[in-house]
Structures are given as structure tokens and as C-alpha cells.
């Protein structure tokens, strides 16, 4: 259940769901999909979650006070059930974050913080386990439940920068002659918030042309206008959580592929939903897209691959 910490009802907000209770991580989130995702990479683990509370998309911007995500903050950190706490937000403003930490850093229950683009000493001085992005969130509640070292998924993440680096100089034979600029579409604002912070760290510099789109209609038709685009190399995309709608998205891949000779490259990431994960992989690669295991990944890769290409 979703509840709004206002008044404990269920949330009508713009993208209802159901959340499995009998876990031990609760997340709290400003974003429906925020929520939605972590809670499917902790499915992954095999990690369940006790209650997952949705609050205004606006709730930490300045002058807003964080006051639901202190009053959700309040309920997970009373529930008997709930182990770890998860936080996310797509922006959270100075003052409304440090009343926030305030509260994280008077309990005794570990709380990882996903507030994106917020600096991870600020997080980790207010006594929070800090997390810069989502699955990164996901793996430090899981690693918490099961014991293990935090440590452990630093290097994990090491790790993984190193095999989409060994993959980025073999994706970059693939692109045409002149192709140099990346862009992506995504109808998701806190993964096309995330893709913009993970190609900055790679990259040095922001991206321009990553945009957010209203629907999924309107990123089919980018899509096939960036294919068409000679200067385009990479197109970063995210995926639905929606066997149908990533169906129409992936054909729409397919499609602007093989009407321009396969000279650049699309990149996205696997469901995370463990039901519907294998689907869509094969789904994905049949596309002719390339996959990386989380919207953060896919966005590093596609900065790597970029970094070689302009170098």
C-alpha cells in the first residue's frame, strides 16, 4: 500500500501501486517511479518491503519544508517491521534536506538517503547511508538486511564501471563517421534526472539533449527524428515497467535502426520488475538495442562511449 502520510489513506497519485508488506525495508519516496524501481531491485535481492509511502513530487523543494516526508519519515521510523529505511527524491533543496537529515540522524535505524544530485558527505555526516542513485539505494538496503559489508557494494559498483568501459570500446566501432552527439528521451523526470548525473561524473559536462517527454507516444516520434539526425551516435532511452508499452518502444528501436544502417547506437536498461525481466531482455535484444542492468548503467555507458567518441 502507498499511503499519504497526511492522513494514512491510500495515494491517489499519478502512478498508483501496490507494494508487497511484509518486508523489512521501507522506502519513501517523492516519485512514483523512484519508488517503483528500488522496490523491484530489492525484489531482485529477494529483499521485500514493509511499507512504501509516497509523498508530493514538490514536498523538498525550497520553502516546502519536507513536511509529508517528515511525517512518512515518523511513521517508518516507529514501524516494529520496518528494519532500513529508504529515502528518494529527484531534487530535495538545501533547507527542506537538512530538516530531513535532522530527523534521519535522531534515530537509531539505518537509513539509506537516495537524494539525487545532494552531496554525499552531507548525507554521510548526518549519520545516513548515502546512495547516488537508485540501484545503488536498492543494494545498500539489501546488504544491511542480509549483514553484509557496505563496502561490499562500493567495489560492486567499481566493478561494474570497469566492464562498461571494456564494453564502451567495442560499442564505439559501431557508430558512423561524424556521429558524435548523445541524446536520450525519457518520460520518467527522476530517471532523466539520474542519466543526467551519471553522464556528468563520466563525461565532465552536462548533457543538452537529454529531455523529458510527456508520454510514450511523443518519445516513439524523438526517437525516430533522432535516428534520422546524421550528428546523432547514442540515444539513451528508459524503459516503462509495461511489457506493452516497452513492446511499442522496442519496435520503434528496431525500426529507426534499420532505416539508418545500424550507424548509431540506442542504449537502455532491463526491466526491473524479476516477473517480467527475462521478456523484456529478449524483447530488447531483438531490437538491436544495447542493454546495461539499470538506468544509472545504461547512462554511464552511454557517457564512456561518448568520451571515446569525441576523444
Known sequence: MIRDP???????????????LQGSVGILSTSATGLQRVDCLLA?????????????PDDLRSGAGGSEMQAGLRVLQSDPSTEV?????AEAAHDAAEQILAQVGESQKPTVVCFLGT????????????????????L??????????????????????????????????????????????????????????MV?????????????????????????DACADPRVAIVLLDTHMSPEADLALSSAVADGLRRHASELLVITHTAED???????????????????????????????VLVGQKG
Request: charged share 20%; proline share 4%.
Open 119 to 138: 552531496n554525499q558527505r552531507l548525507l554521510w555526516k548526518a549519520g545516513a547511508i548515502p546512495a547516488a542513485r537508485l540501484d545503488e539505494a536498492a
Open 200 to 224: 556528468v561524473e563520466v563525461v565532465g559536462e552536462a548533457p543538452g539533449h537529454l529531455w523529458q517527454v510527456p508520454d510514450r507516444e511523443t518519445q516513439i516520434h524523438r526517437l525516430g
Open 140 to 197: 545498500r538496503a539489501a546488504a544491511w538486511v542480509r549483514g553484509r559489508d557496505q563496502a561490499l557494494i562500493s567495489s560492486s559498483l567499481e566493478e561494474e564501471d570497469e566492464e562498461l568501459a571494456l564494453r564502451a570500446t567495442g560499442l564505439r566501432a559501431r557508430i558512423g563517421a561524424g556521429r558524435q552527439l548523445l541524446t536520450g528521451f525519457f518520460v520518467s523526470a527522476i530517471l532523466l534526472a539520474e542519466a543526467k548525473l
Open 274 to 304: 524479476p516477473q517480467y525481466q527475462a521478456e523484456a531482455a529478449t524483447m530488447w535484444r531483438g531490437s538491436g538495442a544495447i542493454l546495461a542492468s539499470s538506468n544509472a548503467a545504461a547512462a554511464r555507458l552511454a557517457g564512456m
Open 6 to 20: 497526511s492522513n494514512g489513506h491510500i495515494s491517489t497519485g499519478p502512478t498508483p501501486y501496490v507494494a508487497p
Open 85 to 89: 529505511v529508504v529515502l528518494i527524491a
Open 44 to 56: 531482485q535481492e529477494a529483499v521485500a518491503v514493509s511499507q512504501a509511502i509516497l509523498v508530493r
